[in-house]
């Protein structure tokens, strides 16, 4: 009889493609073995193992597979529980992310941070200053899909100046953060490119990804382009 991990492993081995798995390695840098099975797949596992014992899919030894870890982050996204009882797991599931999509994908779908924001936004407090470049942009994914608003935007532009890891997708991720606030709050973005004081290299790439956004207007656009350094 095969174990539960061995279940979960010959699924996805039975839905994996050699074709996407070419293409999700040119655009997913991981050190882990990648199998190729697209997201949409593996959120419908994800759903139907939150469902039951969560738990001990969760505990099992991913094999250092990349389909195996980044499904244990869609889990915990999907799984029905109060965000600050989640946070440990999240955390140790932190420690085992080599890429970008193993943040993205399980935070997007993040619904429970909504319904506890106060404590999840102390965590974010305390994510932005790990020294650990996966857990900072988590922060920072959270921040740009949860906390655009009023209430934080201020918030937001202090801890947008304040990033101290140099790590690649701390960057990017960064200037993606102030790329959202300028879809939603165009006057206040607008004043904060006038006036900050990030590094050149992320006041430009977040004028850029400002820029190619269809979410700002062109009038807008032109005004920006301008605030390049």
Request: glycine share 2%.
């Amino acid at each position: 009889m095969k174990t539960l991990n061995q279940r979960i492993l010959s699924e996805l081995q039975l839905c994996s493609e050699e074709k996407y798995k070419i293409f999700n390695a040119k655009i997913v840098p991981t050190k882990q073995r990648m199998l190729g099975v697209r997201v949409p797949l593996l959120r419908k596992m994800a759903k139907k193992i939150s469902q039951g014992d969560s738990d001990a899919f969760i505990q099992l030894d991913k094999k250092y597979i990349y389909e195996m870890v980044l499904l244990e982050g869609i889990v915990l996204s999907y799984v029905n529980k109060p965000f600050k009882d989640l946070v440990l797991q999240l955390e140790t599931y932190l420690y085992k992310v080599d890429n970008w999509a193993q943040i993205d994908t399980p935070i997007l779908s993040f619904k429970t941070i909504l319904e506890d924001k106060v404590y999840a936004y102390e965590v974010v407090k305390r994510w932005l200053v790990s020294d650990r470049e996966y857990i900072v942009r988590a922060a920072l994914v959270i921040l740009l899909n949860y906390f655009v608003q009023e209430d934080y935007l201020d918030d937001i532009f202090k801890f947008s100046q304040e990033i101290k890891h140099d790590g690649y997708y701390v960057f990017m991720a960064n200037a993606w953060l102030i790329s959202v606030c300028m879809v939603k709050y165009p006057d206040e973005t607008i004043s904060f490119y006038k006036s900050n004081t990030l590094d050149k290299k992320t006041h430009n790439k977040a004028i850029q990804k400002s820029i190619e956004s269809f979410r700002v207007s062109k009038k807008n656009k032109l005004a920006i382009k301008k605030l390049k350094l």
